[in-house]
């Protein structure tokens, strides 16, 4: 136990640990230290947060994708699914409801779908930029060109979020078809950096063979890239692809890794997941008083929320769902934190 808590001193004091260190860390930890990182947790994010919880509406434009990952529910070999793509009016309406709830940073997010082109997105940015110029517009559209990325920036998106899935290029193999590959996705977010973007990543927790000492290379990779925020939720089978009968992640390791997050980089910003919230009824509530400090309703029109499933039994794809605004709203004040609707940029 002492040996425990003075890791995660060590953590907080100096933002690094070994790759010995962290396993043993994630490998020992048990509720006692969860609590105690908790606690540290929370005070970091009161210091630079407050009891701020950021809202960023979500906006899933395209259920069509090119790739074949194994885990998703949207992977090109997936039959089942059933397609869509939002039209560029059907996108800008949404912005304009969501700027109506009060939202202030949109993310547009699909699957790597070739219908829209270079031209067609920087279009769409471009529109929505020249309507809203005090919104942030987050991208999340998988791997593209560095060329595509700084046209796309150019046109006045600002954020873009990119999940390294996993940092250990073995365990990235047994994730996906050979085609992709984990340096290939770590270029990607290095080249967002550098082009100006405040950049995302993040990972599934326990996916399919993921080990403590793969989890040791995830937060190893990201103390490195330093990201603006990183995105963590619970692997969640889904039955139409080839990892349906796997184990899902646990909310208490995830938990636990998001309180680790943001000791070791305090002024994260941390979505509390929508998977986080589809395996616990109260995941996002817990995933904030573990450090978490955002969250990211679905702004999609309702009849095709239900079609973006990258797991099963996804939350907030029913009727009820119409406004997650409120919603959160209400979960929220139950923690004693506040959702904000500006920009909720990155604390300098
Ligand atoms: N369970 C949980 N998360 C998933 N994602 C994709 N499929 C699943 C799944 N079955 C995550 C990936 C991806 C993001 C858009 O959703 O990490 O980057
Ligand atoms: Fe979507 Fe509660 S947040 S219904």
Redesign the pocket.
């Known amino acids: 136990m002492d040996k425990l808590k003075q890791l995660i001193d060590k953590l907080e004091e100096t933002s690094r640990l070994s790759k010995e260190e962290w396993i043993f860390l994630i490998e020992n930890r048990s509720e006692t230290v969860a609590e105690y990182l908790f606690e540290k947790a929370r005070k970091w994010q009161h210091k630079y947060y407050g009891n701020h919880v950021y809202t960023r509406g979500l906006i899933e434009f395209t259920n069509y994708c090119k790739n074949d990952?194994y885990?998703?529910?949207i992977r090109r070999s997936n039959q089942n699914a059933d397609r869509y793509r939002l039209t560029r009016e059907q996108i800008i309406e949404c912005c304009q409801i969501g700027y109506g709830l009060g939202f202030r940073t949109f993310v547009l997010?699909g699957g790597e779908d070739g219908w829209f082109t270079q031209k067609r997105l920087e279009e769409i940015v471009r529109a929505i930029r020249e309507s809203y110029p005090d919104c942030a517009i987050t991208l999340?559209l998988g791997e593209r060109s560095k060329e595509s990325y700084r046209r796309l920036f150019e046109a006045g998106a600002d954020r873009y979020?990119?999940?390294h899935?996993t940092a250990d290029e073995g365990h990235y193999r047994n994730l996906h078809p050979a085609e992709l590959s984990a340096a290939q996705r770590r270029q990607c977010l290095w080249d967002l950096k550098e082009i100006g973007y405040q950049t995302g990543t993040?990972?599934?927790v326990g996916?399919p063979g993921q080990t403590a000492a793969h989890l040791a290379e995830d937060m190893m990779l990201i103390r490195k890239l330093e990201p603006h925020m990183v995105?963590i939720?619970?692997?969640?089978?889904?039955h139409d692809?080839p990892?349906a009968a796997e184990k899902?992640?646990t909310v208490e390791l995830t938990l636990f890794l998001i309180g680790l997050l943001r000791i070791m980089l305090p002024k994260l910003l941390l979505p509390a997941?929508t998977?986080l919230g589809t395996i616990d009824a109260r995941g996002r509530e817990k995933g904030i008083l573990a450090g978490a400090n955002v969250v990211m309703p679905n702004l999609s029109p309702t009849d095709v929320r239900k079609k973006y499933e990258?797991?099963?039994n996804k939350i907030c794809t029913g009727d009820e769902a119409a406004e997650c605004r409120t919603c959160l709203n209400r979960r929220m004040e139950s923690i004693g934190y506040q959702l904000v609707v500006d920009r909720g940029d990155f604390c300098q």
Do not use: K, N
């Open positions: 990952c885990y998703c529910g997010q999340s979020l990119l999940r899935e993040g990972f599934m996916s995105g939720g619970p692997f969640v089978p889904h692809t990892f899902g992640g997941t998977a990258l797991y099963d």
